[in-house]
Nanobody, 124 residues
Framework: QVQLVESGGGLVQAGGSLRLSCAAS????????MGWFRQAPGKEREFVAG????????SYADSVKGRFTISRDNNKNTVYLQMNSLKPEDAAVYYC?????????????????WGQGTQVTVSS
């Protein structure tokens, strides 16, 4: 069975940094495009960042571009999201997602597998 397990969330002061990790099992990790989404209370789930199976291409939401970096280690079956210069509006539950395709998409409906999420809280 496929499992995606996020970790690394927590409470951080505005301007601080966090590194999220997503450990995958039960799938051929290197053949999947990976993505990070987030959802704040009362809001829809939104795309944050994506990375192709080879790591050669990445995509970011405009709101996080220049502050967040997505990466992956196929040997460890893990994808990361380095979050710097965090803002209060970044607070949300962050979800890891996998898509068995070669391209990055921003629509949550196109991702097949999801983790349970990890909470990120940013204080002002």
């Amino acid at each position: 069975q496929v499992q995606l397990v996020e970790s690394g969330g927590g409470l951080v002061q505005a301007g601080g940094s966090l590194r999220l990790s997503c450990a995958a099992s039960g799938l051929t990790f290197s053949l999947h495009t990976m993505g990070w989404f987030r959802q704040a209370p009362g809001k829809e789930r939104e795309f944050v960042a994506g990375i192709t199976y080879s790591g050669g291409k990445t995509s970011y939401a405009d709101s996080v571009k220049g502050r967040f970096t997505i990466s992956r280690d196929n040997n460890k079956n893990t994808v990361y999201l380095q979050m710097n210069s965090l803002k209060p509006e970044d607070a949300a539950v962050y979800y890891c997602a996998a898509r068995p395709a070669l391209t990055i998409t921003t629509m949550a409906e196109t991702y097949n597998y999801w983790g349970q999420g990890t909470q990120v809280t940013v204080s002002s």
